[in-house]
């Protein structure tokens, strides 16, 4: 597979790879309107041949006009859906590349056996996560003898598909941001470098339109530093003002692109890389150091002591391990490489300045694949760095690593929102304060030049505090926590999750500014509800933790909710009434498997048809009430029986009128008579496959055990029923 524009990104030369696309496009492209191209009107096979020298070049989006026009004459040729494929692939538009994979290996199977691969990374990429599993998992299927490195690969991507699922479904508690137009331009920034709180240094070109190298000098396309202050007393926090050139040092060259800059943990040295474009696309970056000696900083200096040796070397920083300084840098180079770009490390001799000679930060870091842009944070010995080896939710993911330089444990993926679908890169934190931090992303939202992720923004990472709900279910009776249940939140705006725990505890990430309800579901059990407010929490509180018992009382089948009384000869509820029926909307809500029959009733006096027909308009009166609170209608069914079956006397024992017992007959009840367990949990994000997929096996289990079905008997309508508890 080509990497061409990774080459590229790891280099970070910033927009080489738009100035390499763009500007070689530009050179061919001089004729805006198409109808004049000369090109367009070239037989089929010279037309071919220019749209494949586009290709080779790296002019990816000019080859694209080239070969759908191609298409357009041979719509079945499989060479040119594949050009096509690949040339959105190294666009970085997933969609398209996607859709032009499936359709090769359609039409040639045999020939473009690695096709249904490669559509499945586009749609992991693309975010359509059931998808590309199903895609991985035919790759794998198809080829049972061949392709056996990449059939490793994908039943890693389908462990990264599922991840990225479970992530989406629980994300950490952070916001990310884009830095803005202040900062980010439709070409692609890179390198962020926070100066203390105040202002945020990074390289880019600059550039938001298409690039015409030949109208244009070398060092108004070159990517150059610039350094963006944050702006004060605004309603947006981390807001930024318009970026400058930055001229502390002669760091920026009008012939080379640069970038990578980082400081010394003393602040008197300057890092940063150089980079060159040499024959067919390749890109050399070397490592220069700058010294502030004076009042001023010195020329910068090529590193020697092997920083330098063999590939392309690239991304330094430096940091404190222990009581030493380290070079973390990002090389391809062969000698003791374990593929691709990995981490090496220098240790910074103080005495004399020399750097020893680099080693591989080894295997528990990195992989066959990209490992790059190294950070480490002292404060917490953490070393953070992005790759495509280990699982990760798309292409590139932010990882973090306990220890260094050379050893590392608890390998671990920052999770969603931090990683997305497409690639993040230079996760950098704030030096100082509450530690937000900085990372690099093509994801949906980038300000693009073409396709909505062919182009690299900067974002801003805020860290919300971290604020959780644990907790467990028991039984209302025993007290003992309730094994195989699963807990759901739901927030005001009806967003759920679900936890599946086996022995009754569980715990669930919460965001600022919500209101939460807690409750179990299990099967033969009605569940209490806890409610969890964060609504005034601030971004700069602590981190915190609510606890909270639910509790599961086994159904019965018949229950009265306290003080649904009605006034004589009348259907409508009474005020107290009201407040009662509230209780029974929660346990309708927090109980969504279950449907009742409501029950109502009149007192003695009357006759029985008029009574039968009063008490089904009372019955229906609650009914409508619970619609209106949001109890579907579906779920309830009224029935009047008039004055039968009495709750008190409607007369006292000398036969006289007793009106508090022709009060208590004026009454509504409710039955539970169904169960149904493909209505208890709308999606279980502990559990393997879609909601479609887990709807399908509940109701497959409840066909395949029809036993287990509540039956609706009638004879248990006048056994005493549990009170609805209010919480």
Known sequence: ????????????????????????????????????????????????????????????????????????????????????????????????????????????????????????????????????????????????????????RAKREIDGANMAKGSMSNPQPVNVLNAGPNVNSAYTELSPYPLGDTALLFATMRQNSVVNVEKKNRDEYVSRFMVSRKQENVPVADSFQWALKFADGKFNDPRQHVGNGSYSPGGDRFYFTKCSEEDSMKVICKIYVSHFKGAAWTEPELLGDGINDGGSNTQPFVGKVGKKEILFFSSNRILQSRGGYDIWYSIIDPRNGTYRRPQNAGKQINTEADEVTPYYDSRVHKLYFSSNGWVTMGGFDVYSADGGPSRYSNVTNLGYPINTSADELYFIKDPVGKPDAYLVSNRIGSIALKNPTCCDDIWRVQYEPRLMVTG????????????????????????????????????????????????????????????????????????????????????????????????????????ESVASLDSLINFMKDNPSLSVEIYS????????????????????????????????????????????????????????????????????????????????????????????????NLMQDENNNPDNEPTDNESEAGKPGSRVNKH
């Not at 390499?20 to 496009?25: I, L, S």
């Open 1 to 152: 597979m080509r990497k061409n524009w990774l080459l590229l990104l790891l280099a970070t030369i910033l927009v080489s790879n738009h100035y390499d696309v763009y500007g070689q496009q530009q050179k061919r492209e001089k004729y805006k309107n198409k109808a004049n191209d000369p090109v367009t009107q070239l037989p089929y096979y010279k037309k071919l041949r220019w749209a494949d020298d586009l290709f080779k070049s790296g002019s990816y989006f000019s080859a694209i006009e080239y070969y759908e026009q191609l298409k357009q004459e041979q719509e079945r040729n499989p060479y040119l859906t594949y050009q096509l494929a690949e040339c959105y692939w190294m666009t970085r538009d997933y969609v398209p590349a996607a859709h032009y994979f499936g359709e090769v290996f359609a039409l040639a199977p045999k020939l473009y056996p690695e096709a249904t691969f490669k559509e499945a990374m586009m749609l992991k990429m693309a975010g359509q996560y059931d998808l590309a599993i199903a895609q991985f998992n035919k790759f794998i299927a198809d080829n049972p003898k061949t392709f056996k490195k990449l059939k490793q």
């Open 601 to 696: 009733f009149t007192d003695g006096k009357g006759a029985d048809q008029y009574n039968k027909s009063l008490s089904e308009r009372r019955a229906q009166a609650v009914k409508s009430y619970l619609v209106n609170n949001g109890v579907e209608d579906s779920r309830m069914i009224v029935k009047g029986f008039g004055k039968k079956m009495p709750a008190a006397p409607n007369t006292s024992s000398s036969g006289t009128d007793n009106p508090t017992g022709r009060q208590l007959n004026r009454r509504t009840e409710f039955r539970i008579v169904t169960d149904v367990p493909t209505r208890r949990v709308i999606f279980n994000s502990a559990k393997p496959g879609s909601m479609n997929e887990q709807e399908k």
């Open 472 to 575: 467990k279910v028991v039984d209302c009776e025993s007290k003992q926590e309730v094994s195989d249940v699963v807990v759901k939140m739901v927030d005001e705006t009806g967003q759920m999750k679900t936890y599946n725990s086996t022995d009754g505890s569980f715990g669930f990430n919460m965001g600022r500014g919500h209101s939460y309800v807690v409750t179990a579901d299990k099967q033969g059990f009605s569940s209490t509800r806890a409610t969890v407010n964060t609504s005034d929490v601030k971004r700069s509180d602590p981190d915190d933790t609510a606890n909270v018992t639910i509790c599961l009382s086994a159904i019965v089948n018949s229950f009265r909710v306290s003080n649904v009384y009605y006034d004589y000869d009348k259907a409508t509820l009474r005020p």
